[in-house]
C-alpha cells in the first residue's frame, strides 16, 4: 500500500515536470529542464536577448553623452549651462566612472569626456587627465 502511494507521487512528480520552452512532459532525469537541445537553446538565447537589448540601450546612453560632451567641449575646457547639455539630450544618470579630488570635488566621466558641476547650473567640460583612473 505504502509503496504503490510512494510509486504514484513519483508518477505525478514525472507528470508535472515539463520542457521549460515549449511544454512537452518531460520524462528523463530529474533535472531535465527541456526537451531537447533545440529548445535549451531557443530558451537561453531569449534570455540572452534581453540582456543584450538592455546592454545595448545604456552603451547608446554612454556613447551620446560622449559626443554631446567632446562637441561642447573640443578644446579640452569650457563652462556650459545644464540648460544645454540638457537640450542636447545628455543623460545625467549615466557615465562611466567618477573621480573624487582632494578637496572632494567629484568630475563624472563618460569615457574620456568630462564634466563638474559648478555653482548655479553651470557645468566645466574637462577631458581625461592622466591622473584619473
Ligand atoms: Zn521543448
Redesign the pocket.
Known sequence: MLTLLCESLIVKAMEKRA?K????KLAGRKDQK???D??RNTFNNRLNEDATKYIRRINNILRKNRRILAQLNPKGKKTVDGITLAEEGFNFHYYTNMYTTKTGSVYYFCYEQGYIKLDSDKYMLVHKQDYVK
Request: hydrophobic content about 10%.
Open positions: 520542457c520552452e515549449c511544454g512537452q527541456f526537451c531537447s533545440y529548445c
